[in-house]
């Protein structure tokens, strides 16, 4: 007991000089931390208690150019569905199998690529409510500018399936429904992206 003893009074100097130490060198553990810069670390997260925060989130994720908040918006069964005309342009494989984990890794390619992104979900219209689904539709503009100032505007209209998870409501899948003459759809984007 005694040889315990000792050692603990052997470890407390060892521990105050090892403070004074830390503290001549410029790092004390007791100072605070310098506040990170506004969106430094992405926009935050809006719990979505309701189906249409799912819209908000989605666009954070994809204007503040991390995609942490767009992940975040997916059930993990997650589908991607597109226009047939996209479909014949591009061919049935690249759609083919389109998951969360597919759809996550090409928003993150569209993202890396960009200097900023403006999305636009216009005036949702739920077209049904039946806890735990939601469905809305709703026209919806992306532009997207590129790192050497390029800028290129995606338009349709679109189905949003949702579903009331235990984190909240999730989008599960997104139909591509229509596109809009002169402009791609974001489902073309996606296509060409994967």
């Not at 993150?108 to 739920?126: H, M, T």
Request: aromatic letters at 10%.
């Amino acid at each position: 007991m005694r040889a315990i003893r000792l050692k603990t009074f052997r470890l407390i100097p060892a521990l105050a000089l090892s403070l004074v130490m830390l503290s001549t060198v410029g790092c004390d553990i007791f100072d605070t931390r310098e506040p990170e810069p506004p969106g430094s670390g992405g926009t935050p997260w809006e719990p979505p208690t309701v189906p249409s925060i799912v819209f908000t989130n989605l666009t954070t994720g994809l204007e503040d150019l991390t995609g942490v908040n767009y992940e975040k918006s997916l059930g993990e069964t997650f589908k991607f569905v597109p226009m047939p005309a996209d479909v014949d342009r591009l061919g049935p494989e690249v759609f083919a199998d389109w998951t969360k984990s597919v759809e996550v890794d090409v928003t993150q390619r569209i993202l890396a690529a960009a200097s900023s992104v403006e999305v636009s979900f216009i005036n949702p219209e739920q077209t049904l409510d039946q806890d735990p689904f939601a469905t809305f539709e709703a026209p919806y503009e992306l532009i997207v500018t590129d790192t050497q100032g390029k800028k290129e505007t995606y338009k349709g209209r679109a189905r949003f399936d949702m579903q009331r998870l235990s984190q909240g409501w999730h989008l599960i899948q997104w139909e591509d429904l229509e596109g809009v003459q002169g402009f791609a759809t974001w489902g073309y984007l996606r296509g060409t992206t994967r």
